[in-house]
C-alpha cells in the first residue's frame, strides 16, 4: 500500500484546509487509516483515524469537535476536513494505515505499518 498526502498549507487562524490521502494498492475492510501530525522539536502525535470497514472515528482531545475525518471506500481516499485552525496546529501531517483488524483505530504510531509523505500545514496568528 502506498499513501499519497496532499491539501496542506499556509491559512490564517479560524481558517480551514482539506487534507487527502489517497491509497494505492487495495485496501481491506479490516484496515485503519489514521492522520498523524509533527510540530518541529516535538514527537509525532496522533490527530484522528477512522476504520475502513466500519467507519469508527477516533480523535485526540486538541482537534475534538474541530477536524473530521472520513473516507471514500469507493476512490480509497481518507480525508481530515480541519476547521477554525489554530497557530499550534502547525505541523507535518502524516496519513498512516494499520492493516491489523481493531473495533477502533489505534493511536500509537507504532501500530501503523505503512505511511505517507507529510504534508504541511502552517497556521499564522
Avoid: H
Avoid at 477512522?50 to 480523535?59: F, K, L, P, S
Avoid at 501503523?112 to 504534508?119: A, M, S
Amino acid at each position: 500500500v502506498q499513501l499519497q498526502a496532499s491539501g496542506g498549507g499556509l491559512v490564517q487562524a479560524g481558517g480551514s484546509l482539506r487534507l487527502s490521502c489517497k491509497a494505492s494498492g487495495r485496501i481491506f475492510s479490516t484496515y485503519t487509516m489514521a492522520w498523524f501530525r509533527q510540530a518541529p522539536g516535538k514527537e509525532r502525535e496522533y490527530v484522528a483515524g477512522i476504520t475502513w470497514g466500519t467507519g469508527v472515528t477516533t480523535y485526540a482531545d486538541s482537534v475534538k469537535g474541530r477536524f473530521t475525518i472520513s473516507r471514500d471506500t469507493a476512490d480509497n481516499t481518507v480525508y481530515l476536513q480541519m476547521n477554525s485552525l489554530k497557530p499550534e496546529d502547525t505541523a507535518l501531517y502524516y496519513c498512516a494505515a494499520d492493516q491489523t483488524a481493531k473495533r477502533r483505530p489505534g493511536t500509537r504510531r507504532l501500530e501503523y505499518n505503512y505511511w505517507g509523505q507529510g504534508t504541511q500545514v502552517t497556521v499564522s496568528s
